[in-house]
């Protein structure tokens, strides 16, 4: 028997409030950078960024498909504690993203390119800067698919704070552009393009610096173990079917609004995005501070901390990620409107949807760490590749038959109802030592409180005139309900009296 990991609540606190500092500054300086590049873009030149972008995005299956295998290989091996095994985990890793690389590079300059000139709809006169956008991702994408393996070391190692720190200064070399961008004389989406590739580049650097020095496995000098390559790849072959159909059906959704409803329908879903990745970014912290420990317990034989660290991961997210949602979602019109200039038609139903869509892809995320900890990745990886895939082009045909634009964000919701209730029995038919009784309770709980406090907050403001002070007022009436309720409500009495002892030593000191 493996000793055993036990992970610090400490630790994890501590990761999780560093996150959350960082997902904040990303909120401030996303929400004001995404307005001044669509007022300086145009939502034409906008809408072109978005829709050129992903045609190297529908190849990031690719580079998710490693991610996800490099994280959880890494983290296990930390947890059985053999350090061979940790290297070689990490030069397997190193070298399959540089082949990755490589893949992405050939596929986009031969098929990417292609499909700009063939098949993607361009604003007259716009097709030399819509290449050279293609071009940036392209190679944006690649130093971003070598920066995999470092980042997810760092992860694993829960040097949280490392990584926040890596994290904004990516946000604000991208705030540097946006103050650049109005002092150049040359096309401006093309200058945009080019400066955030040479961002990736810089976060690699420093990812690459950080690593070398810090942690012993990342150096990358060894020739890899072909038994625990074998191991990742075949991890990594059936996790890639999930990858390809998550990303086939958001880049599907993206192409099909380009070809039925034009540039403007993409600079919509291209905002609503932006804000819906906001939002979850906040439950992400979560699910990013938990999958190591969640991995380590189960990687040591601990199933009882794997239980105890996934009910603490559900109720919070929802918690934290209904903290943003309710706001935002009451007050979207307001806060839409204050945020751009320009806001393109359906920006603000898109978005609502999106939010919805979120809730249910969290509880689905924060399941799957305990599904990849088993390595047994199979059934979920299939079924998401299929009801994903099978989305878009569903959504084809009924665009096809006339449906309005919205059906693409309905189709989706349903979408994501469907795989969050699929990846719940998938946890408990692989760790049967978890209490699915105990899992679905918090899940209920959380979805119901948060329901409730909605409800509450909608009382209290529908009322009041719409003006910034009842943006304000409703955000603060739904944070003090939403925190009572599952304070009184999320939590058990012990968690309750712990988190009251801990408040109370805080406001002693």
């Known amino acids: 028997m493996q000793e055993q990991y036990h992970g610090s609540g400490k630790t994890i606190a501590k990761n999780t409030v560093v996150l959350y500092l960082r997902m ?28 050129v972008g992903g045609i190297v995005g529908m190849l990031g299956f690719l580079n998710a498909t490693m991610s996800g295998a490099t994280s959880r290989f890494i983290s296990y091996e930390l947890g059985r504690r053999d350090f061979e ?114 961002v990736s580049i810089s976060v690699l650097l420093i990812n690459n610096a950080y690593c070398r020095r810090h942690f012993e496995e990342c150096h990358v000098f060894r020739r890899p173990d072909k038994k625990v390559m074998g191991e990742m790849m ?62 380590k317990s189960y990687a040591s034989g601990n199933i009882k901390d794997v239980e105890r660290f996934s009910l603490i991961a559900f109720i919070l997210a929802v918690y934290l990620f209904s903290l943003v949602a309710i706001p935002a979602g009451i007050e979207m019109e307001q806060l839409i409107d204050l945020w751009q200039e320009v806001v393109p038609e359906n920006t603000v139903l898109f978005t609502r949807i999106i939010l919805l869509c979120l809730l249910f892809e969290i509880i689905r995320y924060i399941a799957i760490i305990s599904i990849h900890a ?14 994903l895939t099978i989305n878009p082009i569903v959504l084809y045909f009924l665009y096809k038959h006339s449906a309005p634009v919205q059906t693409a964000y309905y189709c989706y919701l349903a979408t994501c109802v469907l795989l969050a209730v699929i990846s719940i029995v998938l946890m408990d038919r692989y760790i049967p030592e978890l209490s699915l009784r105990k899992i679905l309770w918090v899940i209920i709980k959380s979805i119901f409180i948060s329901v409730l406090c909605l409800i509450i907050t909608l009382f209290v403001v529908n009322d009041i005139p719409v003006t910034l002070w009842r943006i304000v007022l409703t955000t603060a009436v739904s944070s003090a309900v939403g925190t009572i309720l599952f304070f009184y409500l999320g939590i058990g009495p012990a968690e309750r009296n712990q988190l009251k002892s801990r408040v109370k030593k805080a406001l002693r000191r």
Request: aromatic content about 12%; some cysteine; charged content about 10%.
């Open 234 to 295: 075949s991890f990594s072959a059936y996790n890639l079917i999930g990858n390809f159909g998550d990303v086939f059906n958001r880049q599907g959704i993206v192409i099909l609004l380009n070809s039925f409803f034009g540039v403007v329908a993409n600079a919509a879903s291209g905002l609503a995005t932006t804000v819906a990745n906001m939002v979850t970014n906040f439950s992400n912290a979560i699910i990013t501070a938990f999958r190591p420990p969640i991995t």
């Open 24 to 51: 904040f500054l990303t909120l401030v300086v996303g929400l004001y950078t995404s307005r001044v590049v669509l007022s300086t873009l145009g939502i034409e030149d906008y809408g072109v960024y978005n829709v």
């Open 374 to 387: 088993t390595g047994q990745v199979k059934a979920i990886s299939i079924c998401n590749g299929i009801i």
């Open 85 to 198: 095994r940790l290297h070689q985990t990490f030069n397997a890793a190193f070298l399959v993203h540089v082949c990755i690389a490589i893949l992405v590079l050939l596929i986009s300059e031969t098929a990417g390119v292609w499909f700009l000139r063939n098949k993607l709809v361009i604003p007259p006169g716009r097709e030399s800067a819509a290449m050279v956008v293609l071009q940036a991702s392209i190679f944006a994408t690649i130093f971003g698919i070598i920066t995999v393996p470092f980042t997810s070391c760092v992860i694993a190692h829960e040097k949280m704070e490392v990584y926040a720190y890596v994290e904004i200064y990516n946000v604000l070399a991208k705030l540097g552009i946006v103050f650049l961008l109005p002092l150049l004389s040359y096309d401006t989406l093309k200058t945009y393009a080019i400066l955030l590739m040479l």
